[in-house]
């Protein structure tokens, strides 16, 4: 007897079947030009196989190349398709993991002689044989017997030892294309053919199987997957521009800063550095000020069972660096005593908040700090100030009763926008990401977190797309990631609801009832940590920041030295009015200052001869522009004075 099977596609119409059919049967039944698009299905919402058969009654969606999900599968056979390319042209290569990543995907290989660069074309041009056989990929189930004794027959001995630490009950699926396959959960494309030749090895690396030290060194080769040409070439092209935004390179170039080995992970800032660091600091101070945040400042060293108290010694000790007493009285003296150098800023704001009696006519209390803080990261990990070990944080708390989130979200999100619009990001995106496995509260508590924080963020007017399991392990968070000038999106700001924290640390209020009641705690930051962030304005606007923001707004240039007394004259005009000048008096020729300077990314040049030291005007060059203006002194200071103005 048949089973009849009706799948309910996504404009809510549906379409009925006389026995269980395959994604590829839908697709049919919807159109020729969808079968042959296909790619993959969703069954209520689950990425599956084109060639899943489908048993029961379910919403389908069907996944093509313009879908959503349709890169992370295109990148996961695109390394399926490596490795088949790999062994192929190498007989006696292992094959390891080879997932995709968030911009393409990698495969880790075990092989005596080393691979190079050098070897890419003959492989790309293996992978590209591969697309044209069009082989079809078939899943198949095995047991734990026959893929162990296949691999072991195969001379694949990290396969072999995977499988064999396999769960007993665990269902073991394996992909086959052509004469190759892997072991692997899938899902995957239904040929070959349909991954299309829109792909590029990258670079190589080494690692170690299963990421242990101790165990046998890999080699991994990274690559690049996309739907088409054009979105690849589009990708390479954003790489080649944020290689020339690295702000590394522009740092030095601008005298900004510079890192060393005797101090991992940690700035030296220079002078224009700091001033660029100041400047933000100060705008940031002052947009705090009119939203009602009181400023404080929290000690460096703080006792271990604090962080005990809090909970995050449990969960992050390991990334905390440890202060030892200097010698052995010191040592005595505090006997049995663990100092940590603080990795974040909320338990100290907490203690400060339990100071006296706190009233509900208290409340909201927004605290916040430039908090200097210390993680321990791997070396390895470390890119000069996109990820470090020392770091300033403008963190803040916000003490609130319950009936307080949604009001106090909102105002948040407001100031965040309003912020990231000044500092010249208008594209934010918003995710919602809700509680992990590992997590501090009950679910009561949770379920009470999160309809809090999705009604500030419905309040606000936020469109969220969803994180699953990805929160603090004290409280759901809003995760604002913000575009940049080429198309890169970076994680800064974050708004937390915590109800944990607060009560772990013995926080209260006496509330309208006259009883006490524990807080509720908003964790939020906008630009997340000082350095990455200006790590990020330096690669958003190549080093050519707004005026009010460049460390260095405008040099005084002299073309002979006649012109040099003048020249001071200017600029004590110009630093009067509050613009960060300075003189260039030096005997090289004006187009060498003016290349120089440009290469600072210094926004003005006043060019000063004797004929603008005769008639008191300056030739006011503008960076990037090749026409200068020459101007009264007077209105020359003028017009820079409004246009170095903070936001």
């Not at 119409?13 to 059919?21: I, Y």
């Not at 880790?108 to 790309?124: H, L, M, N, Q, V």
């Not at 509720?520 to 906008?526: D, F, G, N, Q, T």
């Amino acid at each position: 007897m048949s089973q009849q099977v009706t799948v309910t596609l996504p404009d809510g119409s549906t379409k009925s079947f006389d026995a269980p059919p395959t994604g590829a049967d839908v697709a049919r039944a919807i159109g020729p030009g969808l079968a042959k698009a296909a790619l993959a299905v969703k069954l209520d919402g689950k990425l599956a196989d084109l060639k899943s058969l489908i048993g029961r009654d379910c919403k389908i969606e069907i996944v093509t190349a313009k879908s959503k999900e349709a890169l992370e599968l295109l990148r996961h056979d695109a390394a399926h398709v490596l490795a088949e390319a790999v062994q192929e042209l190498f007989p006696g290569t292992q094959i390891t993991f080879g997932p995709a990543t968030e911009d393409g995907f990698y495969y880790d290989f075990a092989r005596k002689e080393p691979f190079s660069t050098d070897d890419f074309a003959g492989i790309e041009a293996k992978m590209r044989e591969i697309v044209d056989r069009d082989e079809p990929i078939e899943r198949e189930v095995w047991d734990r017997d026959k893929i162990k004794k296949y691999f072991v027959e195969h001379g694949e001995t990290f396969k072999a030892e995977w499988a064999e630490e396999l769960p007993r009950d665990e269902i073991i699926t394996v992909y086959r294309q052509g004469k190759w396959l892997d072991m692997c959960t899938g899902p995957h494309l239904p040929s070959t053919g349909k991954l299309g030749k829109a792909f590029k090895l990258m670079k190589l690396s080494g690692t170690y199987w299963r990421g242990d030290r101790n165990k046998p060194q890999l080699q991994r080769i990274y690559g690049t997957a996309w739907a088409d040409e054009k979105q690849l070439k589009d990708y390479l092209t954003r790489l080649e521009e944020a290689e020339k935004r690295d702000h590394r390179k522009i740092g030095r170039e601008m005298g900004l800063f510079h890192q060393q080995e005797e101090a991992i992970g940690s700035v030296f800032w220079h002078d224009k550095g700091w001033t660029l660091w100041r400047t933000l600091e100060t705008y940031m101070r002052r947009r705090l000020e009119r939203a009602g945040y009181q400023e404080v400042k929290t000690p460096q060293l703080v006792d271990r069972s604090l962080w005990e108290a809090s909970g995050h010694w449990e969960k992050f000790h390991e990334g905390m660096f440890l202060a030892n007493p200097r010698s052995e009285k010191a040592a005595a003296e505090e006997s049995g005593r663990v100092i940590a150098i603080k990795p974040m800023n909320c338990p100290c704001h907490v203690q400060i908040f339990r100071q006296g009696l706190r009233s509900y006519r208290e409340l909201p209390l927004r605290m916040a700090e430039f908090g200097s803080c210390h993680r321990y990261e791997p070396s390895g990990a470390l890119h000069g100030l996109m990820r470090v070990r020392a770091f300033t944080q403008d963190d803040a708390h916000i003490f609130v009763t319950e009936d307080q989130i949604t009001s106090e979200g909102k105002a948040f999100c407001d100031l965040l926008r309003s912020v990231y619009k000044d500092l010249g990001f208008s594209d934010v995106s918003v995710k919602f990401s809700d509680r992990p496995a590992v997590r501090a509260g009950s679910d009561a508590v949770w379920d009470k977190a999160e309809a809090a924080l999705r009604d500030a963020a419905e309040a606000g007017g936020l469109a969220l797309t969803f994180n699953p399991g990805e929160g603090a392990f004290y409280g759901p968070k809003l995760e604002f990631v913000l575009r940049d000038a080429i198309g890169r999106d970076w994680q800064c700001g974050t708004l937390q609801v915590d109800f944990v924290m607060p009560e772990r640390l013995g926080a209260s209020y006496v509330g309208e009832d006259g009883q006490k009641h524990v807080p509720v705690m908003l964790h939020r930051a906008i630009l997340g940590s000082f350095e990455r962030f200006i790590g990020i304005l330096i690669e958003h606007y190549a080093g050519k920041f707004p005026l009010w923001l460049a460390p260095l707004q405008a040099v005084v240039a002299t073309i002979v030295g006649e012109a040099d007394p003048y020249a001071m004259k200017v600029l004590e005009a110009l630093s009067a009015a509050g613009i960060r000048a300075k003189a260039d008096l030096s005997n090289e020729t004006i187009n060498y200052k003016v290349r120089e300077h440009s290469l600072a990314k210094v926004p003005y040049m006043l060019v000063l001869g004797r004929k603008e030291a005769e008639a008191g005007t300056v030739a006011l060059r503008e960076l990037g522009g090749r026409a200068q203006e020459v101007l009264a002194l007077a209105e020359t200071v003028s017009k820079l004075k409004d246009a170095v103005q903070m936001p």
